[in-house]
C-alpha cells in the first residue's frame, strides 16, 4: 500500500505521540506503608494473614511496618478479625470468616467481609488486596478534588 506524503505525515503526527507514551516511563511514588494487625486463631485466617503480608511484600505499591514505626508519615492499618464458623464441630478448618477492615488515623477508608475456604486461602487474599487498593484510590481521587486549593481568576 502506497501512501501519499500527506498521508504519511498525518500517520507520523498519530503514531509518534503513542510511541512516546508507550515508551515514557511510569512515575514511580512511595509505597504507602500498611501496618497488618491479625486476630487470626484458626488455621485458615493464619494462612490468610501469611497470604496478605506475602502479597503486600512482594507489591510495589506497598510496604509493612511494624505498628509504632514511622508514625509522622501515617500510614494505612489493615485490621483483620476472623473465626472459624464450625470451630468444635467435625466440620472445623473448612472455612473461615473474615472482616478486613483498613483505616488511616482516625478513619474507616474501606471494610471488606468474606468467608474464605481452605483450598482458597491466596486467591481471597489476593481479592481483598485488589478492593482494598481499588478503593484507597476512588477515594483518593475523591478527596484530592475535593481538597484540592481553589484556583482564583482575579489577577494578583
Not at 30 to 38: A, E, G
Not at 52 to 62: N, T
Not at 98 to 108: A, D, E, K, Q
Request: hydrophobic share 40%.
Amino acid at each position: 500500500m502506497v501512501y501519499s506524503s500527506s498521508m504519511q505525515k498525518m500517520l507520523l503526527f498519530l503514531i509518534l505521540p503513542a510511541i512516546t507514551v508507550a515508551q515514557t516511563p511510569a512515575k514511580v511514588s512511595q509505597p504507602r506503608l500498611v501496618t497488618i494487625n491479625c486476630a487470626c486463631d484458626d488455621p485458615i485466617s493464619i494462612r490468610f494473614g501469611t497470604a496478605v503480608r506475602d502479597q503486600i511484600a512482594l507489591s510495589p505499591r506497598y510496604k509493612e511496618i511494624q505498628s509504632g514505626e514511622n508514625e509522622k508519615e501515617g500510614h494505612w492499618d489493615i485490621n483483620i478479625v476472623a473465626l472459624d464458623p464450625e470451630e468444635g464441630t467435625r466440620d472445623a478448618g473448612i472455612r473461615t470468616v473474615l472482616s478486613v477492615v483498613v483505616t488511616r488515623g482516625n478513619y474507616l477508608w474501606t471494610h471488606v467481609a468474606k468467608v474464605c475456604g481452605r483450598d482458597r486461602v491466596d486467591s481471597c487474599a489476593s481479592a481483598m488486596i485488589a478492593t482494598m487498593d481499588k478503593d484507597i484510590e476512588e477515594t483518593q481521587k475523591i478527596f484530592s478534588g475535593i481538597l484540592k486549593p481553589a484556583q482564583s481568576s482575579a489577577p494578583r
